[in-house]
C-alpha cells in the first residue's frame, strides 16, 4: 500500500475511533451516574482516555508531513510515535488510576446505594455494539495491510512500525474486554446484592488499562529512543552492498527508523584499491537507488568507502 494510501487508511480508522469512543464517553458517564455503578464510571474514563488519544493520532498524521527542515534535516516522522506514547500516558493516567480508584473506594464504601441495574444494562450493551464496530474497522485495515507484507495477522501486529493502527485496534480490544468486564460487575452485583462486586470489576478494567498503556509505551519508547531496522530488512541492505561489483568488504551498518515507512542507512564499505574516486561516486549513487528498489522503506543513505579499521580510529562492533 503506497504511503499515501496507508496513511489515509490510518485517518479513516482514527475517525471512525474517534466517533464511537466520544458517544461510548457519553453515555458511560451519563448511565454511570445514573446507575451508580463504579465499573461504568471506569469504562466513562476509559472511553474519555481513548477519546483523547484518537485526537493526538490525528495531531501525529498531520505533524508528521511536514517536510525536513534546517532544524529537523530528516524530518518529522517521529512525531507519530511522539503522539502514541503520550496516548500510552493517557491511557494509563486517566484510565487505569481512576479506575483503580473507582474500584477500591466501591469495595470500601459501606453504603447500600441502589443501582439502576437496567439502564447499566442499556449503556454498556450499546458501548459493546459501538466499540465492536470500532475494532472490526481497524482489524480489518491491519488484516488487509498484513496480507500485503505476507506476515501472520499477529506477528504483523507485533512489529508494525505503525502506531496510529495499532493503538486503535490495542484501545478497542481493550475497551471491549473492559465492556465485558463491566457487564460481570454489574450482573454480579445484581444477583449477590452486593455491590462490592462493582468494584473488583472496576478494578479489573484498571489492571488491563495499565497492561495495554505498558505493551503500547514499551513499543513506542524503542521507536522514540532510535529502533534499528528489522533484521530481515538489514539483511537485505547488506545483501545489496555486498554484492555491488568494487566492494570488498562491508564494515560497520547502522540502520535507524524515522518514521513508519522511512529508514536511515550508514555503512562503512572497504572499496576495491582500483577504483577510482569516480568509480566510488558512481558507486555509492547506484547502490542508493538500488537499496530504495528492494528495500521500499529506506530513505536516507550515507556509505562511507572506508575500511572499518580505519574509520577514524574508532572500533565499533557490528551492529544495527
Known amino acids: 500500500m503506497a504511503e499515501g494510501g496507508q496513511q ?65 534535516p530528516f524530518g518529522y516522522g517521529k512525531e507519530r510515535f511522539f503522539w502514541s506514547f503520550m496516548a500510552a500516558v493517557t491511557i494509563f493516567v486517566s484510565g487505569a488510576v481512576f479506575s483503580a ?36 474497522r481497524a482489524v480489518r485495515q491491519t488484516r488487509a495491510e498484513a496480507r500485503e507484507q505476507g506476515r501472520p495477522y499477529l506477528e504483523y501486529v507485533r512489529r508494525s512500525r505503525d502506531p496510529t493502527t495499532k493503538t486503535v485496534v490495542f484501545e478497542d480490544t481493550a475497551a471491549v474486554i473492559g465492556v465485558v468486564f463491566a457487564l460481570g460487575g454489574v450482573g454480579a452485583a445484581q444477583v449477590t446484592g452486593n455491590p462490592a462486586w462493582d468494584g473488583v470489576a472496576s478494578l479489573a478494567i484498571a489492571v488491563l488499562l495499565a497492561g495495554v498503556a505498558v505493551g503500547l509505551g514499551h513499543q513506542t519508547y524503542e521507536l522514540l529512543i532510535g529502533q534499528a531496522a528489522e533484521p530481515e530488512e538489514r539483511a537485505a541492505i547488506e545483501a545489496v552492498i555486498r554484492r555491488h561489483p568494487g566492494i ?11 518514521a513508519p515507512d522511512q529508514l536511515l542507512v550508514a555503512a562503512h564499505a572497504d572499496v576495491d584499491d582500483e577504483c577510482s574516486g569516480d568509480d566510488v561516486e558512481r558507486m555509492t549513487a547506484e547502490i542508493e537507488e538500488e537499496l530504495r528498489r528492494e528495500v521500499p522503506s529506506v530513505w536516507q543513505v550515507f556509505l562511507d568507502p572506508t575500511p572499518r579499521e580505519h574509520a577514524d580510529g574508532r572500533t565499533l562492533a557490528r551492529r544495527a
Do not use: C
Open 248 to 258: 570488498v568488504e562491508v564494515g560497520d551498518l547502522f540502520t535507524m527508523v524515522l
Open 8 to 72: 489515509g487508511e490510518s485517518r479513516r480508522t482514527v475517525y471512525v475511533a474517534l466517533a464511537a469512543n466520544a458517544a461510548i464517553a457519553l453515555a458511560k458517564l451519563a448511565g454511570g451516574l445514573i446507575a451508580g455503578s463504579s465499573a461504568m464510571l471506569s469504562e466513562a474514563a476509559h472511553s474519555i482516555a481513548d477519546t483523547t488519544n484518537q485526537i493526538f493520532l490525528l495531531v501525529s498524521l498531520t505533524f508528521s508531513k511536514r517536510a525536513p527542515d534546517v532544524e529537523h
Open 101 to 136: 480508584f473507582q474500584g477500591i473506594e466501591r469495595i470500601l464504601s459501606t453504603g447500600s446505594e441502589k443501582e439502576s441495574f437496567g439502564i447499566a444494562y442499556a449503556v454498556l450493551g450499546f458501548s459493546l455494539v459501538a466499540e465492536g464496530i470500532s475494532l472490526a
